[in-house]
Protein backbone atom coordinates (compact mmCIF):
# COMPACT_ATOMS: atom_id res chain seq x y z
CA UNK A 1 0.00 0.00 0.00
CA UNK A 2 0.93 3.23 -0.40
CA UNK A 3 0.45 6.58 2.16
CA UNK A 4 -0.10 9.83 0.71
CA UNK A 5 -0.04 12.84 2.83
CA UNK A 6 -1.29 16.36 1.43
CA UNK A 7 -0.59 19.84 3.05
CA UNK A 8 -2.17 21.86 3.82
CA UNK A 9 -5.18 20.16 5.39
CA UNK A 10 -7.08 22.87 5.06
CA UNK A 11 -7.33 26.73 4.45
CA UNK A 12 -9.05 29.92 4.28
CA UNK A 13 -7.84 32.43 1.96
CA UNK A 14 -8.89 35.88 0.29
CA UNK A 15 -9.84 36.34 -2.92
CA UNK A 16 -6.93 37.18 -5.45
CA UNK A 17 -4.26 35.00 -3.80
CA UNK A 18 -2.83 31.85 -4.58
CA UNK A 19 -2.34 28.77 -2.84
CA UNK A 20 -0.02 25.85 -3.38
CA UNK A 21 -0.67 22.43 -2.37
CA UNK A 22 1.55 19.58 -1.66
CA UNK A 23 1.35 15.82 -1.70
CA UNK A 24 3.90 13.66 -0.44
CA UNK A 25 4.15 9.27 -1.34
CA UNK A 26 5.89 7.30 0.35
CA UNK A 27 6.90 5.60 -2.29
CA UNK A 28 7.62 6.28 -5.70
CA UNK A 29 4.99 5.77 -8.30
CA UNK A 30 5.12 7.12 -11.87
CA UNK A 31 1.61 9.21 -12.30
CA UNK A 32 0.64 11.42 -9.64
CA UNK A 33 -3.36 12.79 -10.15
CA UNK A 34 -4.96 15.70 -8.66
CA UNK A 35 -8.51 15.89 -8.65
CA UNK A 36 -11.29 18.66 -7.62
CA UNK A 37 -14.06 17.76 -5.79
CA UNK A 38 -16.58 20.55 -5.11
CA UNK A 39 -19.15 20.32 -2.21
CA UNK A 40 -21.26 17.88 -2.10
CA UNK A 41 -20.25 16.77 -5.40
CA UNK A 42 -17.93 13.86 -7.49
CA UNK A 43 -14.40 13.84 -8.07
CA UNK A 44 -13.13 15.97 -11.19
CA UNK A 45 -9.77 15.04 -12.62
CA UNK A 46 -7.87 18.31 -12.98
CA UNK A 47 -4.40 16.85 -14.50
CA UNK A 48 -2.01 14.06 -14.80
CA UNK A 49 1.51 14.59 -13.37
CA UNK A 50 4.59 12.55 -14.96
CA UNK A 51 8.12 13.64 -13.26
CA UNK A 52 10.02 15.14 -15.92
CA UNK A 53 7.71 16.47 -18.43
CA UNK A 54 4.83 19.23 -18.36
CA UNK A 55 1.10 17.98 -16.64
CA UNK A 56 -1.57 16.66 -18.86
CA UNK A 57 -4.75 19.00 -18.20
CA UNK A 58 -8.57 17.89 -18.72
CA UNK A 59 -11.18 20.18 -20.27
CA UNK A 60 -11.45 23.30 -18.16
CA UNK A 61 -8.81 23.60 -16.16
CA UNK A 62 -5.60 25.11 -17.47
CA UNK A 63 -2.29 25.94 -16.56
CA UNK A 64 -2.36 29.56 -15.94
CA UNK A 65 -4.65 28.65 -13.14
CA UNK A 66 -3.70 25.53 -11.79
CA UNK A 67 0.15 25.27 -12.52
CA UNK A 68 1.39 21.97 -11.13
CA UNK A 69 5.41 20.44 -10.62
CA UNK A 70 6.54 17.22 -10.02
CA UNK A 71 9.73 17.23 -9.47
CA UNK A 72 10.70 13.65 -8.46
CA UNK A 73 8.99 10.44 -8.42
CA UNK A 74 7.55 10.76 -4.82
CA UNK A 75 6.37 14.64 -4.78
CA UNK A 76 3.63 17.20 -6.40
CA UNK A 77 2.49 20.57 -6.05
CA UNK A 78 -0.73 21.82 -7.38
CA UNK A 79 -1.30 25.79 -7.17
CA UNK A 80 -4.54 27.43 -7.21
CA UNK A 81 -3.96 30.53 -8.50
CA UNK A 82 -6.19 34.20 -8.34
CA UNK A 83 -8.32 32.41 -6.30
CA UNK A 84 -12.17 33.27 -6.37
CA UNK A 85 -14.72 31.60 -4.07
CA UNK A 86 -15.97 29.24 -6.75
CA UNK A 87 -13.01 27.47 -6.16
CA UNK A 88 -13.52 26.37 -2.53
CA UNK A 89 -13.47 22.52 -2.70
CA UNK A 90 -11.77 19.94 -1.70
CA UNK A 91 -8.23 19.29 -3.43
CA UNK A 92 -6.66 15.62 -3.57
CA UNK A 93 -3.87 14.16 -4.98
CA UNK A 94 -3.79 10.12 -6.34
CA UNK A 95 -1.53 7.69 -7.61
CA UNK A 96 -1.35 5.28 -10.48
CA UNK A 97 -2.87 1.95 -10.04
CA UNK A 98 -0.03 0.20 -12.08
CA UNK A 99 2.33 1.49 -9.70
CA UNK A 100 0.57 0.05 -6.56
CA UNK A 101 -0.72 -3.60 -8.12
CA UNK A 102 -3.95 -1.81 -9.81
CA UNK A 103 -5.12 -0.15 -6.58
CA UNK A 104 -5.76 3.89 -6.75
CA UNK A 105 -4.70 5.16 -3.59
CA UNK A 106 -5.98 8.86 -2.87
CA UNK A 107 -4.55 11.90 0.13
CA UNK A 108 -6.59 13.10 2.40
CA UNK A 109 -6.90 16.21 0.55
CA UNK A 110 -6.55 19.67 1.10
CA UNK A 111 -10.18 21.70 2.42
CA UNK A 112 -9.83 24.92 0.29
CA UNK A 113 -12.25 27.72 1.21
CA UNK A 114 -12.21 30.69 -0.50
CA UNK A 115 -13.65 34.35 1.19
CA UNK B 1 -15.87 13.03 -24.06
CA UNK B 2 -15.99 10.20 -21.60
CA UNK B 3 -19.05 10.48 -18.71
CA UNK B 4 -19.70 7.97 -16.19
CA UNK B 5 -23.15 7.96 -14.83
CA UNK B 6 -24.34 6.42 -11.38
CA UNK B 7 -27.95 5.63 -9.94
CA UNK B 8 -29.54 6.05 -7.66
CA UNK B 9 -28.30 9.62 -6.33
CA UNK B 10 -29.42 9.04 -3.22
CA UNK B 11 -31.10 5.78 -1.40
CA UNK B 12 -32.06 5.54 2.24
CA UNK B 13 -32.73 2.20 3.34
CA UNK B 14 -33.70 0.33 6.73
CA UNK B 15 -30.81 -1.43 8.82
CA UNK B 16 -31.09 -5.19 7.24
CA UNK B 17 -32.47 -4.92 3.79
CA UNK B 18 -30.47 -4.92 0.83
CA UNK B 19 -28.53 -1.81 -1.22
CA UNK B 20 -27.69 -1.58 -4.79
CA UNK B 21 -26.46 1.24 -6.73
CA UNK B 22 -25.59 0.94 -10.76
CA UNK B 23 -23.06 2.47 -12.43
CA UNK B 24 -23.08 3.23 -16.32
CA UNK B 25 -20.19 4.26 -19.13
CA UNK B 26 -20.76 5.78 -22.12
CA UNK B 27 -17.55 4.42 -23.47
CA UNK B 28 -16.18 0.49 -23.01
CA UNK B 29 -13.73 0.82 -19.80
CA UNK B 30 -10.74 -1.01 -19.52
CA UNK B 31 -11.39 -1.65 -15.97
CA UNK B 32 -14.27 -0.11 -13.12
CA UNK B 33 -13.25 0.84 -9.83
CA UNK B 34 -15.33 1.14 -6.65
CA UNK B 35 -14.85 3.74 -3.68
CA UNK B 36 -16.47 4.24 -0.63
CA UNK B 37 -16.47 8.06 1.18
CA UNK B 38 -17.80 8.50 4.89
CA UNK B 39 -18.41 12.13 5.44
CA UNK B 40 -15.68 13.94 5.94
CA UNK B 41 -13.27 11.67 4.68
CA UNK B 42 -11.58 11.06 1.35
CA UNK B 43 -12.83 8.49 -1.40
CA UNK B 44 -11.48 4.78 -0.19
CA UNK B 45 -10.42 2.02 -2.96
CA UNK B 46 -12.63 -0.90 -2.66
CA UNK B 47 -12.21 -2.89 -5.61
CA UNK B 48 -10.83 -2.87 -9.53
CA UNK B 49 -12.91 -5.08 -11.95
CA UNK B 50 -11.30 -6.01 -15.22
CA UNK B 51 -12.67 -8.77 -17.19
CA UNK B 52 -15.69 -9.04 -19.07
CA UNK B 53 -18.57 -10.15 -16.70
CA UNK B 54 -16.57 -10.23 -13.47
CA UNK B 55 -17.89 -10.47 -10.48
CA UNK B 56 -16.26 -10.12 -6.92
CA UNK B 57 -17.49 -10.44 -3.44
CA UNK B 58 -16.20 -8.99 0.00
CA UNK B 59 -17.83 -10.13 2.97
CA UNK B 60 -21.28 -8.29 1.94
CA UNK B 61 -20.51 -6.48 -0.94
CA UNK B 62 -20.93 -7.53 -4.60
CA UNK B 63 -19.32 -6.15 -7.34
CA UNK B 64 -20.17 -6.99 -11.16
CA UNK B 65 -18.50 -5.83 -14.10
CA UNK B 66 -20.90 -6.08 -17.49
CA UNK B 67 -20.20 -8.08 -20.85
CA UNK B 68 -19.58 -5.09 -22.71
CA UNK B 69 -17.35 -3.54 -19.84
CA UNK B 70 -19.58 -0.25 -20.19
CA UNK B 71 -21.59 -1.16 -17.04
CA UNK B 72 -21.34 -1.95 -13.00
CA UNK B 73 -22.95 -2.66 -9.66
CA UNK B 74 -22.51 -2.97 -6.33
CA UNK B 75 -24.79 -4.55 -4.21
CA UNK B 76 -24.74 -4.96 -0.99
CA UNK B 77 -26.23 -7.73 1.32
CA UNK B 78 -28.18 -7.06 4.72
CA UNK B 79 -27.30 -3.23 5.34
CA UNK B 80 -25.43 -1.66 8.60
CA UNK B 81 -25.18 1.44 10.10
CA UNK B 82 -21.56 0.92 9.25
CA UNK B 83 -22.08 1.19 5.28
CA UNK B 84 -23.29 4.84 5.56
CA UNK B 85 -21.79 6.68 3.36
CA UNK B 86 -21.24 7.79 -0.59
CA UNK B 87 -20.20 5.32 -3.22
CA UNK B 88 -18.62 6.10 -6.38
CA UNK B 89 -17.95 4.21 -9.58
CA UNK B 90 -15.06 5.18 -11.41
CA UNK B 91 -14.43 3.96 -15.19
CA UNK B 92 -10.70 3.72 -16.04
CA UNK B 93 -9.40 4.11 -19.48
CA UNK B 94 -5.97 2.73 -20.68
CA UNK B 95 -3.63 5.65 -21.82
CA UNK B 96 -0.46 4.81 -23.19
CA UNK B 97 1.41 4.90 -19.73
CA UNK B 98 -1.48 5.60 -17.17
CA UNK B 99 -5.20 4.39 -16.52
CA UNK B 100 -7.18 7.76 -16.72
CA UNK B 101 -10.05 7.51 -13.97
CA UNK B 102 -13.38 9.55 -14.70
CA UNK B 103 -15.60 8.83 -11.36
CA UNK B 104 -19.12 8.51 -11.73
CA UNK B 105 -21.22 11.54 -9.91
CA UNK B 106 -22.08 8.89 -6.61
CA UNK B 107 -24.91 7.06 -4.85
CA UNK B 108 -25.81 8.49 -1.56
CA UNK B 109 -26.14 6.02 1.17
CA UNK B 110 -28.09 6.42 4.42
CA UNK B 111 -29.30 3.25 6.89
CA UNK B 112 -31.95 4.00 9.29
CA UNK B 113 -30.71 2.08 12.60
Known amino acids: SAVISQKPSRDICQRGTSLTIQCQVDSQVTMMFWYRQQPGQSLTLIAT?????????ESGFVIDKFPISRPNLTFSTLTVSNMSPEDSSIYLC????????????FGPGTRLTVL | GQQVMQIPQYQHVQEGEDFTTYCNSS?????IQWYKQRPGGHPVFLIQ?????EVKKQKRLTFQFGEAKKNSSLHITATQTTDVGTYFC?????????????FGPGTSLSVIP
Open chain 2, 90 to 102: AGGTRKTSYDKVI
Open chain 1, 94 to 105: SVDARDLKNTQY
Open chain 1, 49 to 57: ANQGSEATY
Open chain 2, 27 to 31: TTLSN
Open chain 2, 49 to 53: LVKSG
